[in-house]
């Protein structure tokens, strides 16, 4: 009988974050009899019994396509995540539908046709954060005092014309506390770690300049992480939940992510992934 194989789908860009952790998991997979493939998602053929998205960190140039291929995958064989989680989550939206759901998250407007600084002033922001609402890395991200009122709308106005955009109050922690990222294969919490943006940035990852260590999250950053995934349309092979502090220091979600998420695996925890993915080949 022939092994099973798994596909492993990433892009075309040659990037060591990427390709390294899809090595560790790539080579967990096999040392548990798992055939593996890593193609390029908008280039090859997948000829596996099941499909892992991990690093196709191009998607966003291309979302209509994307999401064809995640239909069409889906309809060859299992994909994980599913095809109406991704479609889900593709959108900062989501946000809001947490926030529905008592999940913490800052306040979040989207902001495509509103006035940002007045919206920003209405709620009583200093500071705020800008975002395009599909988008990966903190790529189009801004971070600006309300008084910088020019440069606020310039970059809601250039973003608007690719999208929607989203507004969040500034959540200043990060530059003590950090970020959190809470990492978790079926549900289950695999790992932690905390992430303290370069001096002069806000951006926590390491893409940017970020210093990682471990992290052992406290009660409430657990519950916070495990509500917004059970908010979910279906439950997650995988998901990666960020989190800030307030001022109270109670959790804030700033991202969950549950389609090409930079993991933060070693070889431990990429076997812990690995036994996940194996479980559902074998259903």
């Known amino acids: 009988m022939a092994s099973p194989c798994v596909a492993l789908a990433t892009w075309s860009t040659r990037l060591p974050l990427a390709d390294e952790e ?148 500034y959540i200043t922690s990060v530059h003590t506390a950090g970020e959190s990222s809470l990492v978790f294969f079926d549900g289950v919490l695999s790992h932690a770690v905390r992430k303290i943006p370069a001096k002069g940035d806000y951006r926590a990852h390491p893409y940017w300049g970020a210093t990682v260590s471990p992290l052992s999250p406290s009660n409430a950053q657990l519950d916070a992480a495990l509500a917004a995934i059970r908010a979910v349309p279906r439950p997650p092979l995988y998901a990666r939940v960020d989190l800030l502090e307030r001022d109270d220091g109670a959790p804030l979600l700033i991202e969950l992510e549950l389609i090409e998420p930079y993991l933060f695996l070693d070889a431990t925890t990429a076997r812990t992934f690995a036994r996940a993915i194996a479980e559902r080949v074998s259903r």
């Open 22 to 169: 899809d090595a560790l998991v790539a080579d967990a997979l096999r040392v548990l009899g798992i055939e593996v493939q890593r193609p390029v998602w908008d280039r090859d053929a997948i000829e596996a019994d099941l499909c892992v998205i991990r690093t196709t960190w191009d998607y966003v140039e291309r979302l209509d396509k994307f999401l064809a291929w995640v239909a069409a995958s889906e309809r060859a064989r299992p994909l994980w995540n599913p095809g109406d989680v991704i479609r889900w989550n593709t959108h900062k939206r989501y946000l809001l539908d947490l926030d529905a759901r008592g999940v913490p998250v800052p306040e979040t407007v989207l902001a495509s046709h509103a006035d940002p600084v007045r919206t920003a002033l209405d709620r009583g922001w200093s500071r705020v954060m800008i975002k395009p609402a599909v988008g990966v890395g903190a790529i189009g991200s801004l971070a600006a005092d309300v008084a910088d009122e020019t440069r606020i709308r310039e970059h809601v106005a250039d973003l608007a014309h690719r999208g929607d955009v989203l507004l969040q109050e």
